[in-house]
């Protein structure tokens, strides 16, 4: 019988493999029971109650894989608050968990410039942002990135200006998005490029089996990946939090 948020489900070969219940399960844990208990332990009891709602509401969407995991909004939003972040940007909201997290860390005056295709799904959770008294901290504009953050280069005037900025989006623009947000991030500043471990494919033989959406985007980020450690206008650091994320510290 499956204890602690796991089921059993029987593999091709008969063996039993657990399947890990958590929406937005993305950690590449070996041991689903290890990160059941560090949810358990450090990550629920402190999640707030505004972040708990969200992440409740997100469970019944159909495509709520694509939220992101609990364990990291945690980790974003301390990290922000270690940044003492203000002026962040964030490309791919979905129903807004992460963005929740990062406007929750702001200061009462600070901003983010939130960016989707989808704005339906963002409206999913606004109430419940807006419940929690951080939705003025939010600009919120639906289409894609590339567009928006060309503007903003050709106006000159962001330059260096964020503080941090988050990207969870399509991956094949992500090497499109680096291009553009360096400029745009500040000397010190952080960009999180989020799945950067993609399901654990990185690793894994072209031949092996994977889903159709997670062959088709692993060479994007195997690519991204490749470009981040060669780019020495920054300092990466690679972590097996969620999906993995990958934290640039621009220094030049």
């Not at 909004?73 to 608050?81: D, E, V, Y």
């Not at 410039?113 to 003025?136: Q, S």
């Not at 928006?148 to 094949?172: N, P, R, S």
């Not at 952080?190 to 985007?217: E, Q």
Request: aromatic share 8%; with cysteine; proline share 5%.
């Amino acid at each position: 019988m499956a204890t602690n948020g796991e089921t059993k489900t029987e593999s091709t070969n008969g063996e039993q493999v657990s399947r890990h219940q958590e929406v937005g399960h993305k950690s590449l844990l070996q041991s689903d029971a290890l990160y059941q208990y560090i949810l358990e332990t450090s990550v629920y009891p402190r999640e707030p109650e505004p972040m708990k709602e969200l992440r409740e509401v997100t469970a019944k969407h159909p495509w709520n894989i694509m939220t992101t995991s609990a364990d990291e909004g945690q980790f974003i939003n301390m990290l922000l608050k270690l940044v003492n972040a203000k002026n962040t940007m964030e490309i791919g909201v979905f129903t807004g968990y992460s963005l929740l997290a990062t406007a929750l860390a702001l200061p009462d005056d600070g901003k983010i410039l939130a960016m989707d295709i989808n704005r339906e799904n963002y409206e999913v959770g606004l109430p419940i942002i807006e419940k929690a008294g951080v939705a003025h901290k939010i600009d919120f504009k639906e289409g894609p990135a590339l567009p928006v953050l060309d503007q903003m280069i050709a106006d000159g005037k962001y330059h260096g200006t964020f503080d941090f900025i988050f990207v969870d989006a399509d991956k094949d623009n992500y090497i499109n998005y680096h291009k553009r947000l360096i400029d745009l991030v500040k000397i010190g500043g952080l960009i999180g490029y989020d799945n950067t471990l993609w399901n654990g494919s990185v690793v894994a033989p072209p031949d092996a089996p994977m889903r159709k959406y997670v062959r088709y985007y692993r060479d994007f980020v195997l690519e991204l990946n490749k470009a981040l450690a060669a780019d020495p206008r920054i300092e990466i650091c690679m972590l097996p939090v969620g999906d993995g994320i990958t934290l640039c510290r621009r220094v030049s």
